[in-house]
């Protein structure tokens, strides 16, 4: 098994509604180690460049509302941003996240415990967790320098 990276976000309606203590709870619970972590307030731009896989689909423009707590109305945009390493890191990041509308998420998961979908439609999923290696390289490239990043 490969030792990999992961980048966790809790999104501003997990934050907005206290969920980062229970979130990170289960993550430690399944084994991977924290190895950065910060509050990060979400800017235009790095929400356009984290998503810009999905620039084309026609959410586009809610998931950056939602990413910068704008799509809720919070005043403030505030993301917290974990890195976490172990082995298949990407898939249990992934596993106890759930899937990412939260009516298929698994009873258990942290989206099929917390997450919910508006009367708008609008996904409120609490988390992002990288999908494959090199999105989570590139994440974490996008929310963390180096020096932030616990090493070995």
Known sequence: MAVEQTL????????????TGLVIDRLDASGLDMV??????VSEKLAREHYKALS???FFPNLIKYIR????????????????RG????????AVAGATNP?????????????RITTAGQFENVLHASSDEADAVREISLW?????LLKG
């Open 8 to 19: 966790i976000l809790i999104k501003p309606d997990g934050t907005h509604r206290k969920l």
């Open 144 to 148: 963390f320098k180096p020096d932030e």
């Open 56 to 58: 084309e689909k026609p």
């Open 87 to 94: 082995e298949n890191a990407i898939a249990k990041g992934r």
């Open 103 to 115: 009516e298929h998420a698994s009873p258990g998961t942290i989206r099929g415990s917390f997450g």
């Open 69 to 84: 707590g704008e799509f809720h109305g919070f005043k403030d945009h505030r993301v917290l941003a974990m890195a976490y």
């Open 36 to 41: 950065g972590a910060k509050m990060v307030s």
